[in-house]
């Protein structure tokens, strides 16, 4: 899928601007929208937690054009999800509230076209932080038990 480069990095140098408002906003949307996935995040410092979702949102947005180092560094990512507990189903809720985000950070800015842009990067992130992971039944039997 071609993302759409161009309206990603406008929209995203808006959203830098307030970046530690929007990230604020993320995981209030997320516990409200998900409380389930407030678990994982019990033993975590917040304040260092934003920022490196911050970044890592930076790096992604910075090498769109390098898929290469984009897929490494995404699958690694995923990896590590895999051992802080994270799993599939939890891939939407953070998306959903990731565009809401920046849904409320655009305003009048997050036109139709922007919304599919960041819906279909996600899409991508996310399927990306999948393939680092190994999710097959014999390997959750002991992560549910
Ligand atoms: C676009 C998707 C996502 C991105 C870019 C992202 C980014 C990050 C980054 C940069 C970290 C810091 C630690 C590290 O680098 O390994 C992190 C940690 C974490 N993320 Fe994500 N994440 C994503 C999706 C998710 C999802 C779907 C969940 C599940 C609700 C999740 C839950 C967590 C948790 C529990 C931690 C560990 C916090 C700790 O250290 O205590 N993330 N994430």
Redesign the pocket.
């Known amino acids: 899928m071609a993302l759409n480069v161009e309206l990603l990095e406008s929209s995203f140098a808006q959203i830098k601007v307030n970046s530690s408002k929007v990230t604020k906003q993320f995981y209030t949307v997320l516990f409200t929208d998900y409380p389930e996935?407030q678990p994982?995040?019990a033993?975590?410092n917040m304040e260092k937690?934003r920022k490196?979702?911050f970044?890592?949102?930076v790096f992604?947005v910075n090498n769109l054009g390098k898929p290469d180092v984009l897929s490494n560094t995404l699958r690694s990512?995923g990896t590590?999800?895999a051992w802080?507990?994270?799993l599939p189903q939890?891939?939407p809720?953070?998306g959903s509230s990731?565009l809401k985000a920046f849904e409320v950070s655009l305003g009048t800015a997050w036109t139709p076209d922007v919304q599919q842009a960041w819906t279909e990067a996600?899409e991508v992130?996310?399927q990306l932080?999948l393939e680092g992971t190994d999710y097959s039944p014999e390997r959750l039997v002991p992560i549910v038990k």
């Open positions: 996935v994982l995040f033993n975590t937690q490196q979702l970044q890592s949102l992604t990512l590590r999800h802080y507990g994270v939890h891939y809720m953070v990731l996600y992130v996310a932080m």
